[in-house]
Every structure is written in structure tokens, then in C-alpha cells.
Nanobody, 118 residues
Framework: QVQLVESGGGLVQPGGSLRLSCAAS?????RAWYRQAPGKARNIVAA????????YYSDSVKGRFTISRDNARNAVYLQMNSLKPEDTAVYFC??????????????WGQGTQVTVSS
């Protein structure tokens, strides 16, 4: 079992930055960030392999968000720059033991709210 706890969400003005963190109680091979806006489906934002050598970003965040990890701390991060109001959502950390970056995540955090508004 892997337990995930997110932190770092909050209110930020358009154009601002936030850094989300996800701490894991155990080791997991592949990690990702998803987000869910009110009334919408939960969608993947970014994912990273165990080594950090492979990453994935959705088109909507490519060039603005950066996913990284620190395996010594079992932690993964999401640096979010140039934030837009449409980035407003609950952000979830996810993990799994498989190597495919796209979907099939088994473990989820409780979510952290990110609100981009002036």
C-alpha cells in the first residue's frame, strides 16, 4: 500500500506560480499529477518515470508546468508557472507500480485545491 499526501495548493493571481508537493508513505514506480475542475472529468496533467528520464505533459500545461521527483524522499513535485484561471481545479497526486505513464494509477492522494483568480 502507498499513501499519498499533497500540499502546496492555494489561491494565486493569473500569471503567478505555485509548487505542489506529494509525499508518499512507500515506494512507487511511476508518479503523476491529475486535476479535476468542477463538473469535469479528472484528467492527467503530468507524469514521470522512476528515473525521471521519461515525462509526460498534457498539451494544456506543456511549457508552463514541470514535474520532478526526489526518490530519496519518495516525493514528487509539480512546479506550475504562468498560471491561468483555467488551471483552477483540485490537483491529485497518483502512483502505481507499472511503468506506463498514461493511466492505470492505483493510488491517489486526497487532493489539493488550486485557484487562479484576480
Amino acid at each position: 500500500q502507498v499513501q499519498l499526501v499533497e500540499s502546496g495548493g492555494g489561491l494565486v493571481q493569473p500569471g503567478g506560480s505555485l509548487r505542489l508537493s506529494c509525499a508518499a508513505s512507500g515506494d512507487a514506480f511511476t508518479r503523476a499529477w491529475y486535476r479535476q475542475a468542477p463538473g469535469k472529468a479528472r484528467n492527467i496533467v503530468a507524469a514521470i518515470s522512476w528515473s525521471g528520464g521519461s515525462t509526460y505533459y498534457s498539451d494544456s500545461v506543456k511549457g508552463r508546468f514541470t514535474i520532478s521527483r526526489d526518490n530519496a524522499r519518495n516525493a514528487v513535485y509539480l512546479q506550475m508557472n504562468s498560471l491561468k484561471p483555467e488551471d483552477t481545479a483540485v490537483y491529485f497526486c497518483a502512483a502505481k507500480y507499472g511503468s506506463n505513464l498514461h493511466g492505470g494509477y492505483d493510488y491517489w492522494g486526497q487532493g489539493t485545491q488550486v485557484t487562479v483568480s484576480s
